[in-house]
């Protein structure tokens, strides 16, 4: 049988462990369903976090390699692109990069004047039954950018 002392302490835990997960839940079996999914979107965002940190540090050791970061939304994805050096035609290939995986771009915001930089939201194809992969769409960024540089330097 559980005492008392015990009783109080385990629900005294389960109100901390409410608190900090920002649960509205009563049983306990739902405060501890929403503490684990809170540890799941702790995890995800860490993962992020550690992604940018390397994607930066390698930034430092390449400046001539663009900045590309994929962050998946519902049922899109925001691209944020920079990149030291522009060179023509880098907007349509990132664009094309986009078409190829079957991504509608919703909204965009280019420069290139000194610099490259672009912004755009992608979102799947209606009817399209694969799934993209933020990773993949962050390949295809890249893979188009330097296939855009190599062309320029053919020039």
């Known amino acids: 049988m559980v005492s008392r002392e015990h009783k109080r302490v385990l629900h005294e835990k389960l109100q901390i462990l409410r608190s900090v997960t920002n649960s509205q839940a009563l049983s306990k079996t739902s405060i501890i369903v929403d ?3 809170y540890i799941e979107d702790l995890k995800k965002k860490v993962e992020k976090l550690n992604r940018d940190i390397a994607c930066q540090r390698s930034i430092v050791h390449d400046i001539s390699s663009p900045l590309v970061t994929v962050e998946a939304l519902e049922k899109s ?5 920079f990149s030291k ?32 930089r672009l912004e755009a939201v992608g979102g799947e194809i209606e009817g399209e039954v694969e799934i993209v992969d933020a ?11 330097k296939n855009c540089r190599e062309s320029d330097e053919d020039f």
């Open 85 to 116: 050096e522009s060179c023509p035609g880098m907007t349509v290939a990132v664009l094309e990069a986009f078409e190829e995986l079957g991504l509608n771009v919703l909204e965009a915001r280019v420069s290139c004047a000194d610099t490259f």
């Open 77 to 81: 994805f925001l691209v944020s692109v």
């Open 135 to 145: 990773n993949v769409v962050k390949q295809a960024v890249v893979r188009a950018i």
């Open 35 to 37: 503490a684990s999914k």
